[in-house]
Nanobody, 120 residues
């Protein structure tokens, strides 16, 4: 059983910055990838950024150059540094672990989500 807890969301002005954090806990032996997804009102959930255990990263085109994803394998945490925020970044942000081995099988897990609002 694995639990994901996100933190760091809130209200920020356009051009500002926020840092989201996610901690995975429970019976964890290995996590192949940790990522951040977001869902804005009226839109489908989309991948924002993802990082594998060996440090390979991918970003959505809309956030390249503004967001940075990082990971601490020893602590099973992932962070998303968001700079130069825009109103269109407003969404609920979700942490996800992919191919998480709990000792018996490989599973995906989702966090509960944290609200990010970019507005003046």
């Amino acid at each position: 059983q694995v639990q994901l807890v996100e933190s760091g969301g809130g209200l920020v002005q356009p051009g500002g910055s926020l840092r989201l954090s996610c901690a995975a806990s429970g019976s964890i032996f290995s996590i192949y990838a940790m990522g951040w997804y977001r869902q804005a009102p009226g839109k489908q959930r989309e991948l924002v950024a993802i990082i594998t255990r060996d440090g390979s990263t991918k970003y959505a085109d809309s956030v390249k150059g503004r967001f940075t994803i990082s990971r601490d394998n020893a602590k099973n945490t992932v962070a998303l540094q968001m700079n130069s925020l825009k109103p269109e970044d407003t969404a609920v942000y979700y942490c996800k672990t992919e191919r998480t081995f709990d000792g018996s099988g490989w599973y995906d897990y989702w966090g509960q989500g944290t609200q990010v609002t970019v507005s003046s």
